[in-house]
Every structure is written in C-alpha cells, then in structure tokens.
C-alpha cells in the first residue's frame, strides 16, 4: 500500500538529478503572462481571488510584509481586495456574535478525512469523487473563500459569487464554482493562518513560505496557529454540514503526523502520478496562478521555477515520509492517478475499505456516471 509515494519521490529525485535533459513540456520557457493567453480556461478579472476572503488586518499585513510593491495593472484588484476585507471584518464579527458560541462548542461528527499528494498528481479528481457520497461533506469555494462568515452570508451570496466563478480552472478541465470542493489552504489564507500559498500574492518576492511544508520548519507558534484555525474552520463545516468532513490541500501532505495528533483517528488517501507528468503539470500550474493571483506580474524563469518545484517536492516528502509510519494500517491509504482513471468504482471502493470508512455500493454508481460524462 505504501509503495507509489517511495517509488514517486525516489523518480522525483532522479529527475532532479537529469533535469537538464528531461524532455520539456508545452508551457517551457514560456513567461506566466504568455501562457495565461494562450490557456483556453481563462481567469475573468471579476472573478474573486484567493485574497477576497481576508478581514482588513490580515490583508494589509500580506501587502506591507511585501513592502507594497504592487504591479500597477494589478491596483484595481487591490482597491477589491481592500473592499472586500472591509466586508469580510464586518461580517466575521457577526458570525462571531450570531454563531460564535455554537462553532466553539461544536465536536467533529467523525475524523476527517484528508486526501494528499502532490500537486496535480489526482487530489482533485479524488477529492470530486468522495464527495459524491451524501454521507461526507466537503468545504465548497464560497466556505474556502469566506471561513470567517460563510454561515451568515453563504445563503445569502453564494450563488451570486458562483455567477461570478470562471466555470472551469484555468490549468485544466475541472469545473469551479462556488459549491465545488476547495483545498481548505485556502480558508488558512483568508483566517490568516500559515500557508505556502502566501507566496502566490506576490511572486517575484523570495520568501520561505514554502519550508513550512516541512512542519519540522514551523516555529511553535505557527503550529498553534495553524492547528486552531483548522479547528476553528472544521467546526465551522461541521456546524453547516453535519457530518464527516473529506478535506484535501497538497501541502496537508507533509502535515499528516501533525494532522494525525491534532484529530485522532484521523484518515488519509495520498495520491501519486508519474514524476514526469507531475513536473511538467506543476510547472505550468504555478505560472498560470501567479498571473491570474499575484499582485505583481511574474518575471522568474524557468530554472528558477523548476528548482523550486523540485524544492517543495524534497521538504513536503521529508515530512511524509517521516511522520507515515506511525499511523495505523486504516489511516492510510496510498493510490496513484493512472489506477483511479483506470478502475475508478474498484479503486474508490478499496479506499473505502482500507480506511474503514463505511458501505460504498450507493456511491460507485455515482463515480460510473462522473467518469461516464467527462474527460479530463
């Protein structure tokens, strides 16, 4: 069971090694910019950003901490963004007035569980799939973008930011809108919490947010801070939803000894691809969200990105493989990409069973009929 991630990482560091001549792909050497036009998924300017979802301290403090240097074509996401915080503050006091107590007091239904692995290596794909189960539920964009008030205001405005959602991601054929599943790293952005995806706001600025996906890097006050805002927003869904919670963050993959003590029981589904394609998909993930996100318009190079990619694989993996070994035979599963799309209703179904998560014979017809109608 715990053998792609060993073979995934040990291919990982080997093309490291023979990076200079690993055949390139598509995007290679291609500016952010470039690429961002010639993506058939664009990212509408109304579109919210990851930074939509910050109260006023939070996103003045991610501005001044990168010394305001804001490209001008992005000042009028700027002047959003400071509106919105302005709404946001507002707001997450009223929850705290009208909820507070309740999410305080709330207990988790059941451990969640955390779908991991590396970026674009399946974590959507089987985080879409588990949340077909009516027994499980799942943060949506709205609860990602909005966890400080998402129980006051998510019946009131979702469906009107949905109409504003760009339908599908730019890096690939999935679909987003407001009730998707989302990586809950990016409720951590809005809660501001600790989280490498800081570093998309402003992507010419060198920075260590990323040695955070090694929790061996994290300062014991980002620990605390990192575990109660998760608390806080899992209490959150729980007080929405109601039952077990199906979560999924690629850096949540160097988290899982840290996840594992903060909620006991606590089950994981790691997902591998080949290297090769991972390297390739990655690279051209962070250019297209660094244009579409940052505040500044990306001006690193190719040899900086891929060293960067190869970087974040290296600490996120020393984690994992580290903290792994103590969980339980029914707290970890490991799947790679290419069986998921092969057998998707058996593969769903060994998950299912491995974690102890349940009767899934409702759910693969679901997961037939989700293959049967898209191609990714």
């Known amino acids: 069971m715990l053998l792609p991630a060993s073979v995934a990482a040990g291919v990982f560091l080997l093309l490291r090694m023979s990076s200079s001549t690993t055949k390139p792909d598509a995007s290679a050497g291609k500016k952010p910019s470039d690429l961002a036009r010639e993506s058939a998924n664009n990212y509408p300017w109304y579109s919210p950003r990851f930074w939509n979802g910050?109260?006023?301290?939070?996103?003045?403090?991610?501005?001044?901490?990168?010394?305001?240097?804001?490209h001008p074509s992005r000042w009028p996401m700027t002047v959003l963004g400071s509106a919105t915080s302005s709404f946001n503050t507002v707001m997450s006091l009223a929850q705290?007035?009208?909820?507070?107590?309740?999410?305080?007091r709330e207990e988790l239904v059941a451990p969640p569980v955390f779908i991991t692995g590396h970026w674009r290596s399946g974590t959507t794909l089987m985080h879409e799939l588990m949340s077909l189960d009516p027994g499980l539920a799942f943060p949506n964009n709205y609860d990602a973008f909005s966890p400080g008030h998402a129980l006051l205001t998510g019946p009131l405005f979702s469906r009107f930011v949905d109409v504003l959602m760009p339908g599908q991601r730019p890096m690939d054929d999935m679909g987003m809108r407001a009730?998707?599943?989302?990586?809950?790293?990016?409720?951590?952005?809005?809660?501001?919490?600790?989280?490498p995806y800081r570093r998309i706001a402003f992507p010419n600025n060198r920075n260590d947010d990323h040695r955070q996906l090694d929790t061996a890097n994290l300062t014991d006050k980002q620990r605390r801070q990192l575990t109660d805002a998760l608390e806080s927003f899992f209490k959150m869904l729980s007080v929405r939803y109601g039952q077990r919670l199906v979560l999924k963050s690629p850096p949540h993959t160097g988290r899982i000894g840290l996840l594992a003590e903060k909620f006991p029981g606590a089950k994981f589904v790691h997902m591998s691809r080949h290297p090769e394609k991972v390297m390739a998909s990655t690279m051209r993930l962070w250019k297209l969200i660094d244009h579409f996100q940052g505040f500044?318009?990306?001006?690193?190079?190719?040899?900086?990105?891929?060293?960067?990619?190869?970087?974040?694989?290296?600490?996120?993996?020393?984690?994992y493989f580290r903290d792994r070994a103590a969980l339980q035979d029914n707290q970890l599963i490991e799947i790679r990409m290419e069986q998921l799309v092969a057998e998707p209703a058996a593969t769903i179904k060994?998950?299912?069973?491995?974690?102890?998560?349940?009767?899934c014979g409702d759910v693969l017809p679901l997961v037939e009929g989700y293959f049967g109608k898209r191609d990714y």
């Open 54 to 70: 910050m109260r006023v301290g939070g996103f003045a403090r991610l501005l001044s901490e990168n010394g305001f240097r804001i």
């Open 96 to 104: 705290r007035v009208t909820h507070g107590g309740r999410v305080d």
């Open 179 to 195: 009730f998707s599943p989302c990586e809950d790293d990016f409720a951590l952005i809005s809660l501001g919490a600790p989280t």
């Open 296 to 319: 500044q318009r990306a001006g690193y190079d190719d040899n900086w990105l891929k060293e960067f990619v190869f970087e974040c694989q290296q600490l996120m993996y020393t984690s």
């Open 350 to 359: 060994q998950v299912y069973d491995q974690l102890d998560l349940g009767d």
